[in-house]
């Protein structure tokens, strides 16, 4: 009965920034991890970035310096802030809550014109 919601996407150009939002409908304390994924067309879907209960956090060398991930356990709520965004960023991202089975939202399309 879990349910994760991501927001914040959209259209920007190379260079921008962009903080997508996934709000779980229940407490992500109850989660091991919380993470995003994305898939672009043509492409299996990757891992960006997870956090751990413990604030411990991993990145895909793709996007370390650039992306962070962060939660706020009261809010129930896991960010992604996207800086310094480019054209290969475009993808449906994907909010991800890993407990004793994975949990998805629905997507959000980020895309990064040139």
């Known amino acids: 009965q879990v349910q994760l919601v991501e927001s914040g996407g959209g259209v920007v150009q190379a260079g921008g920034s962009l903080r997508l939002s996934c709000a779980s409908s229940?407490?992500?304390?109850?989660?091991?991890?919380m993470g995003w994924f994305r898939q672009a067309v043509g492409t299996q879907r990757e891992l960006v970035a997870t956090?751990?209960?413990?604030?411990?956090?991993n990145y895909a060398d793709s996007v370390k310096g650039r992306f962070t991930i962060s939660r706020d356990n009261d809010k129930n709520t896991v960010y992604l802030q996207m800086n310094s965004l480019e054209p290969e960023d475009t993808a449906v991202y994907y909010c991800n809550a890993q407990g004793s089975r994975a949990y998805w939202g629905q997507g959000t399309q980020v895309t990064v014109s040139s």
């Open positions: 956090i751990t209960t413990g604030g411990r956090t």
């Open positions: 229940r407490s992500i304390l109850g989660f091991s991890a």
